[in-house]
T-cell receptor, first 112, second 113 residues
């Protein structure tokens, strides 16, 4: 079945550092790909998405590119802030079904 | 626009007791989902409704879990009887029919002692 694998956490960085969180997927079709973020004490929020190969999703300085050849959707940000501290989830939604299949999440902590 | 509402936010029960969670989706969203998020893991789909019909309940432990969505609006998820391994956050999400973007509620944190 479909699955998503994320880089193991937790990840701790200093403010203004470059961030990469790796995400790879396995799917039978051509899924849509998502990054969700969960801030402390809050619900899951959609951060960005990409619906087809080579699409780049972006929001709040975060970017991820849908790479079909490597089945990856790595999250990047050039300069992180303390307010980016949260848990990040990579997810896919297959063509037919609307349900989301999530990775295990990566906890990110940014120190000032 | 109001978001997805869930209640209660927290619940503590003894094993073998029953518990119910309530979800009110965003107005106009035909599709409603219940996910289970165990600590340290990503959410896992339990059941998906389209209006008041079940689309996918393949991961729902039907011997103890049940869910309904009467009138195609709000929904209730029930566990009877609860086990220790049911301790988790139960998330409700909704989306417009045919779209992939889901909007999540704050979740209900269940602790089974």
């Amino acid at each position: 079945g479909d699955s998503v694998t994320q880089m193991e956490g937790p990840v701790t960085l200093s403010e203004e550092a470059f961030l990469t969180i790796n995400c790879t997927y396995t799917a039978t079709g051509y899924p849509s790909l998502f990054w969700y973020v969960q801030y402390p004490g809050e619900g899951l929020q959609l951060l960005l998405k990409a619906t087809k190969a080579d699409d780049k999703g972006s929001n709040k300085g975060f970017e991820a590119t849908y790479r079909k050849e490597t089945t990856s959707f790595h999250l990047e940000k050039g300069s992180v802030q303390v307010s980016d501290s949260a848990v990040y989830f990579c997810a896919l939604s297959d063509q037919g079904a609307q349900k989301l299949v999530f990775g295990q999440g990566t906890r990110l902590t940014i120190n000032p | 626009e109001a978001g997805v509402a869930q209640s209660p936010r927290y619940k503590i029960i003894e094993k073998r007791q029953s518990v119910a969670f309530w979800c009110n989706p965003i107005s106009g969203h035909a599709t409603l989902y219940w996910y289970q998020q165990i600590l340290g893991q990503g959410p896992k789909l339990l059941i998906q409704f389209q209006n008041n019909g079940v689309v996918d309940d393949s991961q729902l432990p039907k011997d103890r879990f049940s869910a309904e969505r009467l009138k195609g609006v709000d929904s209730t998820l029930k566990i009877q009887p609860a086990k220790l391994e049911d301790s988790a956050v139960y998330l409700c999400a909704s989306s417009l029919a045919g779209t992939h973007e889901q909007f999540f509620g704050p979740g209900t944190r269940l602790t089974v002692l």
